[in-house]
């Protein structure tokens, strides 16, 4: 699980900005995603009364924006639809968080002997599913579970990689994917993939969705 054989991290193809900003005026009341061409913008309202908000563009691994983050945000996304030019130009540099994004790919095991991974130490995924911090969660509830229930921590353990290796190994893959497609920047692929998106019914999404979301730790009904 370590040293040289240990995978290493692989560049996704894209960075991303995360901030939250107080709105200058108004302020949505529904949260929203929208995806160009190689790039994407998110708004969430936030219960304090700010916007938590996410763009994403194909990028060069390490690319930094010379005159500030800030900058490049407005440089991007200031001809987006509203209420994105409003609230970058109410963005601070301090504001911003950009990191480039990235994931691990799969390992043969999460256990080695009496050592376990979980987490992004196991399983790092691109955050277009928002699963990252969900499945670290799930992963130790189901590690002291299994613990709990096996005082032998050998055989726990490898159920723990058994219970938890294929089900974080799927969801990290369609993670993945769903970031591939989102980030297409060809306009003919762009355009197939929005008619595409179109005709999906809510339905189908929250149907794909169910197996992530019915998860319920070992030995409950």
Do not use: C
Not at 172 to 195: D, F, H, I, L
């Amino acid at each position: 699980m370590s040293g040289p054989r240990r995978p290493a991290p692989r560049y996704a193809g894209y960075t991303a900005w995360r901030l939250v900003v107080d709105p200058p005026e108004g302020r949505p009341d529904t949260g929203g995603e929208t995806w160009g061409r190689g790039e994407r913008v998110g708004v969430v309202p936030l219960a304090g009364g700010g916007i938590y908000l996410f763009a994403v563009a194909n990028a060069p691994e390490g690319a930094r924006s010379p005159d500030g983050e800030p900058a490049e945000l407005r440089r991007r996304f200031g001809g987006w639809h509203d209420p994105i030019p409003a609230l970058l130009d109410a963005v601070s540099e301090e504001a911003v968080l950009r990191s480039d994004i990235y994931d691990l790919p799969p390992l043969k095991s999460y256990v080695n002997g009496r050592v376990a991974l979980l987490g992004d130490a196991a399983h790092a995924m691109t955050p277009d599913q928002g699963q990252g911090a969900n499945q670290a969660l799930e992963d130790a509830v189901t590690l002291a579970a299994l613990l709990d229930a096996d005082p032998a921590v050998p055989s726990a353990l490898a159920a723990y990689d058994r219970e938890r290796r294929p089900r974080t190994q799927t969801i990290a893959r369609r993670s993945r994917s769903t970031g591939v497609v989102a980030q297409w920047s060809s306009a003919p692929a762009v355009a197939v993939r929005n008619r595409l998106l179109r005709l999906v019914p809510p339905r189908a999404v929250l149907r794909a969705l169910g197996p992530v979301l019915s998860w319920r730790p070992p030995g409950t009904p």
